[in-house]
């Protein structure tokens, strides 16, 4: 019973994390990174990234439009260290979607990150139940 306990854990931390992580990186992996302006219209209000668990590294980034006010907030995990990075806005040429050079310049090791927590736990939840079925 543990073993199926411990597999449902497994399973729901990759979820979980395809569930948080996933939306933010299918939306900047459909941007044309090449389109990209700067947003000048959005000033940093807050720009944090802290070392979590060994190689992998959090950023917490804020901006806010300069004339409405508005707060765009973006949270990134990733792998290795993250830090010394001048962060800005950037925006689609039609101005519909924002995002950071910190989310663009880091695509791929934020997919593998998603990879990493979420395909890993997910499949090793996934082993755990076929070896209690199987025998």
């Known amino acids: 019973m543990k ?3 411990a597999a449902i854990v497994c399973i729901a931390v990759g979820v979980g994390a395809g569930w948080i ?3 933010s990186i299918w939306s900047d992996y459909q941007l044309e990174a090449a389109s990209l302006q ?3 219209e959005y000033q940093v209000t ?3 990234c802290r070392q979590r668990i060994f190689i992998i590294a959090s950023c917490d980034i804020e901006f806010e439009h300069v004339s409405t006010g508005g707060k765009k907030e973006f949270d990134y995990l990733m792998l290795g260290r993250m830090g ?3 962060v800005y806005a950037l ?3 039609d101005g519909q979607q924002i995002t950071t050079n910190v989310g663009i310049d880091s695509i791929i090791n934020r997919v593998l990150m998603l990879v990493a927590i979420g395909g890993v ?3 090793l939840g996934v082993a755990v139940v076929y070896r209690k079925v199987t025998g």
Do not use: F
């Open 84 to 86: 010394g990075t001048h």
């Open 91 to 93: 925006k689609t040429p």
């Open 121 to 123: 736990m997910v499949l």
């Open 46 to 48: 807050s720009a944090r």
């Open 3 to 5: 073993q199926i306990l």
């Open 38 to 40: 700067p947003a000048s």
């Open 21 to 23: 992580l996933g939306p």
